[in-house]
């Protein structure tokens, strides 16, 4: 499937352009940090981004999500006007921004990005790892060595087969952006899209010396943790 490479978003008066630059940013559109490819102001004094999937989405009928029997999503390219507090089902974190929402009494709310998450990812040593709802309780993330989010909230997780691996979701978004420096990456796509199949990739490179955080300590036991799974 081709990708668009300019496009005129409801939600912005000048055309935006597709940005093939691996870098960080603020999506103006869900409020969400963005990393990789995005739609971007053609006056950059604009300063305005949009990941991709906010881009794309559709303010036109509904969708649906596979985790969701008998459940439509609607896009909404507004923020809420209502006081509670809205939480994206697969990754914990607030909705602010652009967001999918399901009809019914227990409405469902998800990122346009976590909504748009492939299904299946590998890593370099042929391990696929599969986006779940339902997580096996015993095993636990490799990068926060938990097995939910937080008390109220589960959230969705990579799990390979064979149990070994498991990656929350909202793990993954946050330690993709604390090691942007540092240039490590757990989860990366192969080819430079965001619905591609993801390879699992360990770059080991040289953190800089200095007292390490509880975060730093939970991502060099990933690494070494996945480390010795890819030896077995």
Known sequence: MSRIDEIKHSSHRHQLKLMRIETCYQCDGCKEQGLGSFYQCNNRRCGFHLHEECALASGSGSITHPFFKNCH????????????????????????????????????????????????????????????????????????????????????????????????????????????????????????????????LLQKSSLKHKTPTGLEHAEKAAIVEADKQLRL
Request: charged fraction near 20%.
């Open 73 to 200: 999503f609607i896009f909404y390219n507004e923020e809420s006007q209502s006081d509670t507090i809205l939480v994206c089902v697969a990754c914990g974190k607030n909705v602010q921004g652009f967001m999918y929402k399901s009809s019914g009494n227990k409405a469902h709310v998800l990122h346009p990005r976590c909504l748009k998450l492939p299904h299946n990812r590998a890593n370099d040593q042929g391990v696929n790892v599969n986006l779940r709802k339902k997580l096996p309780w015993m095993s636990k993330c490799l990068i926060c060595q938990s097995r939910k989010i937080s008390n109220e909230i589960k959230g969705w997780a990579y799990v390979s087969s064979c149990g070994k691996f498991r990656y929350h979701v909202a793990c993954l978004k946050d330690i993709n952006f604390e090691n942007w420096n540092n240039n490590v990456r757990l989860l990366q796509p192969t080819d430079g899209r965001n619905t591609s199949i993801f390879s699992l």
